[in-house]
């Protein structure tokens, strides 16, 4: 099957050929004391349960936040999931985790909303191209962006909290956190 080759992050050349079995396993045996149902899994990672069992049987492959956020989930591993090696493609910039979250809670708030990119586009005059770069966290310094605080001293690293300057932006993200306490920063 085809698409499979989504931008990893850097080190990592592909999805492994068995990503819907590795994903099938993890789920029925999730947190080691029971199982997780396909729908509640597509539920909690925003996929239909068609999508995900397509997924799992191999009829489909994931995009990058929704593999992202079921690695997250089931406390998988790119090494899990992937393929070690070298690439002709550009590798996915890493992001820190809250900024995928951050990034996340910016698309659950436009959604909630009932917002297009298009919709977004012409309310804060930011291009849709780079609103959907935004959502999918594949910025890290933008004017769109603010860093509250770093964990070891200037280096945006896995302790970095940010937060968006433009205010429309930062209403939609803290309408759609999923941990509201994170975000009394």
Request: glycine share 8%; hydrophobic share 35%; with cysteine.
């Amino acid at each position: 099957m085809k698409m499979r080759r989504m931008r990893l992050p850097e080190g990592f050349a592909e999805l492994r050929d068995d990503l819907g079995q590795i994903i099938r396993h993890n789920r029925l045996n999730y947190q080691n004391d029971g199982r997780l149902r396909q729908s509640e899994l597509a539920a909690l990672v925003g996929i239909s349960r068609e999508s995900l069992s397509r997924i799992e049987r191999g009829h489909g492959w994931p995009n990058y936040d929704t593999l992202h956020k079921i690695m997250g989930l089931l406390d998988l591993e790119w090494d899990m999931v992937a393929t070690r090696g070298k690439t002709a493609r550009p590798s996915r910039h890493y992001a820190p985790e809250y900024l995928q979250d951050l990034c996340s809670a910016l698309r659950a708030g436009r959604l909630q909303e009932g917002l297009t990119l298009q919709d977004l586009a012409k309310k804060t005059g930011i291009s849709c191209s780079q609103l959907s770069r935004i959502e999918r966290a594949q910025i890290t310094r933008s004017r769109k962006l603010q860093v509250v605080e770093t964990g070891s001293g200037r280096q945006l690293d896995e302790y970095t909290v940010f937060r968006f300057t433009h205010p429309e932006l930062d209403r939609l993200a803290r309408m759609g956190w999923s941990r509201p306490v994170s975000m009394q920063t």
